[in-house]
């Protein structure tokens, strides 16, 4: 799982084969197609997808002498469960961040001086 993930993050990484990947969201395309809004050669626009294809984000299929590029979205799946069990982590450490400050802010709270029973008590 790791090697496919580390795959698709660094597959990922590169701005126009983000950019390929967005594109496909909407539409299976060809290799011409997506090639249209780079200045790039084909032979590029084809690295470009062999290193999506290589992490598990595309696959190309064959109909007549068409060549379709298609996204695999079970991939993202993959990612999302990734990325959504650091952000509960995350949210787990500032909720519990969040709950020091506001004890450290009510400490310093003046308002709340003659609260404390022993506070000015002779010991």
Do not use: C
Request: charged share 35%.
């Amino acid at each position: 799982m790791t090697d496919q993930l580390s795959r698709v993050f660094a597959a990922l990484a590169d701005p126009t084969r983000r950019d390929m990947v967005a594109r496909l969201t909407e539409a299976d395309h060809t290799v011409n197609d997506l090639a249209v809004p780079y200045d790039v050669s084909l032979q590029a626009v084809s690295k470009h997808l062999k290193v999506l294809e290589d992490a598990g984000l595309v696959s190309r299929t064959r109909e007549a002498q068409r060549r379709p590029v298609h996204l695999e979205a079970e991939v993202f799946d993959l990612m999302t469960r990734w990325i959504e069990r650091y952000r509960r982590r995350a949210e787990e450490r500032f909720s519990r961040l969040d709950a020091v400050l506001a004890r450290m802010q009510d400490d310093d709270d003046p308002a709340h001086e003659g609260d404390n029973p022993t506070e000015g008590t002779a010991s």
